[in-house]
């Protein structure tokens, strides 16, 4: 696609229940990112993907939180035991590469998910 | 831990003004800063990346400088317009790591 697309625009949920939130990146990117944004904030750094595996998953805030990519393109948020405070906008961007000083790995993102778990 | 503070918190000016929105980050060790813009309810698009070589980049009438050993950037615009009215937020990427660290952002209003 033109650009990066993430499904369900708009979630609502009951806290205790399992979601999954899709994101599609632009065609041919490398590298995917998970970011999570509150009201009023910047957003925060969840994981990383390069390619399939999960190169840094250091923002995930706790072992409720997993995300795969399992064919190197298309990639799956998955928070079990929703809660209140996870209620944010959850972002995911890609870049062309990853790593390195050079050219390639300026960020596009996409519309984002808004999550609200009652 | 890498810290993104943007000032000012809000900016709010007449059409046709220049303005400057102000990055500071803690640690200087970034392969690259990206400024973003990002409109209410939308997600954030990308405006300049700033390779940690480069001092200056610029598009249209954007302007974006990085003295990275100072750990500040700024975002320059030029003869403001209404439809520029948005959020601005910096982003530098460290050295180690693939991850942007962003600022709370500038809500910037342009009045016509």
């Known amino acids: 696609g033109a650009g990066v697309s993430q499904t369900p625009s708009n979630k609502v949920t009951e806290k205790g229940k399992y979601v999954e939130l899709r994101c599609d990146p632009i065609?041919?990117?490398?590298?995917l990112y998970w970011y999570r944004q509150s009201l009023g904030q910047g957003p925060e750094f969840l994981i990383y993907?390069?390619?399939?595996?999960?190169?840094?998953d250091s923002g995930l805030p706790n072992d409720r939180f997993f995300a795969v990519r399992p064919e190197g393109s298309v990639s799956t948020l998955k928070i079990q035991r929703t809660e209140r405070g996870d209620s944010a906008v959850y972002l995911c961007?890609?870049?062309?590469?990853?790593?390195?000083?050079?050219?390639?790995?300026?960020?596009?993102f996409g519309p984002g998910t808004r999550l609200t778990v009652l | 831990k890498q810290e993104v503070t943007q000032i000012p918190a809000a900016l709010s000016v007449p059409e046709g003004e220049n303005l400057v929105l102000n990055c500071s980050f803690t640690?200087?060790?970034?392969?690259?800063l990206q400024w973003f813009r990002q409109d209410p309810g939308k997600g954030l698009t990308s405006l300049l990346l700033?390779?940690?070589?480069?001092r200056e980049q610029t598009s249209g009438r954007l302007n974006a400088s990085l003295d990275k050993s100072s750990g500040r950037s700024t975002l320059y615009i030029a003869a403001s317009q209404p439809g520029d009215s948005a959020t601005y937020l910096c982003?530098?990427?460290?050295?180690?790591?693939?991850?942007?660290?962003f600022g709370a952002g500038t809500i910037l209003r342009v009045k016509s």
């Open positions: 993907f390069q390619g399939t595996g999960a190169a840094d």
């Open positions: 982003a530098p990427r460290g050295e180690y790591g693939n991850k942007l660290v």
């Open positions: 640690d200087s060790a970034i392969y690259n």
């Open positions: 700033i390779q940690s070589s480069q």
């Open positions: 065609s041919g990117h490398t590298a």
């Open positions: 961007a890609s870049s062309l590469l990853a790593g390195g000083p050079r050219g390639g790995n300026e960020q596009f």
